[in-house]
């Protein structure tokens, strides 16, 4: 398969704007994870789904930061009034195993977000 | 609270040389540790975790949970070895979330 498809790649914001990104986990995987990796560091868990219920959102910044499954499939995470420390990439993640099978989560290629 | 740490940003190795990248964490109980890899233009992705105990591209990584270190050796490094590691811990269990550290960018030259 494809593996985790994300999109856009890249996206370009204007400071306050809001903005959406989405993930397309492998077909079949009930786990999804969102990460925030900003530029010279490593990946900081955001948020967990397992099927349509979000279970963890502990590592939401902000209510500004808002994600959601609504079929269990497609993740969307929103961001409402862009900040510039907002700018980094996001990645998701997806496991056809519930909770913790690291050695089964593969991640997407990332939305690159940069806020201007 | 859990925290890894990986001291050296860039690692330079000539070809053929052993390689080593620290990885050191901080955290109370027992936990998994692994190591993810980011080749150029690609996803991360597993290498290794300390539970298997296996050896992935000649990479080995031993928990020394005395020292709370993680590190990642492999004896003669290869030129496509170069890519960027991060280091990363779950705190075991059904725990789902990994905390990553910062990553060392590892460069072989030939």
């Known amino acids: 398969g494809a593996g985790v498809s994300q999109s856009p790649r890249y996206k370009v914001a204007k400071r306050g704007q809001d903005v959406a990104l989405r993930c397309d986990p492998i077909?079949?995987?009930?786990?999804l994870f969102w990460y925030q990796q900003a530029l010279g560091q490593g990946p900081e868990f955001l948020t967990y789904?397992?099927?349509?219920?979000?279970?963890?959102k502990s590592g939401l910044p902000s209510d500004r930061f808002f994600a959601e499954r609504p079929e269990g499939s497609v993740s969307t995470l929103k961001i409402q009034r862009t900040q510039q420390e907002d700018s980094a990439v996001y990645l998701c993640a997806s496991s056809s195993f519930p909770r913790a099978r690291h050695e089964k989560l593969f991640f997407g290629s990332g939305t690159q977000l940069s806020v201007l | 609270a859990q925290r890894v740490t990986q001291p050296e940003k860039l690692l330079s190795v000539f070809k053929g040389a052993p390689v080593e990248l620290k990885c050191n964490y901080s955290?109370?109980?027992?936990?998994?540790l692994f190591w993810y890899v980011q080749y150029s233009r690609q996803r991360l992705q597993l290498l290794l975790r300390?539970?298997s105990r296996e050896s992935i591209k000649g990479f080995t990584a031993d928990l020394n949970k005395g020292e709370t270190s993680f590190h990642l050796k492999k004896p003669f490094a290869q030129e496509e070895d170069s890519a960027m590691y991060y280091c990363?811990?779950?705190?075991?269990?059904?725990?789902?979330?990994?905390?990553f550290g910062k990553g060392t960018l590892l460069t072989v030259n030939p």
């Open positions: 300390h539970i």
């Open positions: 955290y109370s109980g027992s936990p998994e």
């Open positions: 077909s079949g995987h009930v786990s």
């Open positions: 789904f397992q099927n349509e219920a979000q279970l963890d």
């Open positions: 990363a811990l779950s705190s075991g269990g059904s725990n789902y979330k990994l905390t």
